[in-house]
């Protein structure tokens, strides 16, 4: 999942932004939202019955 | 760096620059002079292509009695050359009870599908829109 969201951030960082160092930031704030995301959402559904 | 200039491509050259940024992941980008996001592009598109091949994934046949068959099949062309590269070789199988199978599955999709995000890119950046 880590790998995933390293690719798909860089992929949307060289497409929506030209300098090289905004699509440094673009891409690790995004990586950030991803993986940050998967992580709340992985506790929310922790108490749900399978 | 700062990106060249804003031009408009003809329709015509557009086309074969669509088709090339279809063909080959960053291509496009190659073409119009966006060196650093075409080179970006192709390293990322195919890795993720290749990963996903490698981690069992498998390259969706055109079925479309069952729909997500057939629209996955349409993504996983969308990364261009590197899918026929691939038939070729006899890759993509898939093989469904590997742990890594819908991993797979989801990195060759997304890299096809990202690809064809860049070949809009490419066809917005020839209009001069970007």
Redesign the interface.
């Known amino acids: 999942m880590l790998?995933?969201a390293a690719?798909?951030s860089?992929?949307f960082a060289?497409?929506s932004r030209?300098?090289?160092r905004d699509q440094a930031w673009f891409a690790a704030r995004l990586f950030g939202a991803f993986v940050g995301a998967a992580y709340v959402l992985g506790w929310l559904l922790y108490p749900l019955p399978l | 760096?700062?990106?060249p200039a804003a031009r408009t491509t003809p329709p015509a050259q557009a086309l074969i620059i669509c088709a090339a940024a279809w063909a080959v992941p960053g291509a496009g980008h190659l073409w119009l002079g966006r060196v650093?996001?075409g080179v970006?592009?192709l390293v990322?598109?195919t890795?993720?292509f290749a990963?996903g091949l490698w981690i069992e994934g498998r390259l969706f046949p055109f079925e479309f009695a069952d729909p997500l068959v057939g629209l996955a099949a349409l993504a996983d062309l969308g990364v261009g050359l590197p899918y026929f590269l691939a038939k070729a070789l006899g890759a993509g199988v898939g093989r469904a009870v590997a742990v890594t199978y819908e991993?797979g599955n989801?990195?060759v999709i997304?890299a096809g599908l990202?690809n064809m995000?860049?070949v809009l890119?490419a066809y917005d950046i020839s209009q001069g829109r970007k």
């Open positions: 790998v995933f690719l798909v860089a992929t060289v497409l030209d300098a090289m | 760096m700062p990106p650093q996001k970006s592009l990322l598109l890795l993720m990963l991993y989801t990195f997304v990202l995000l860049a890119d």
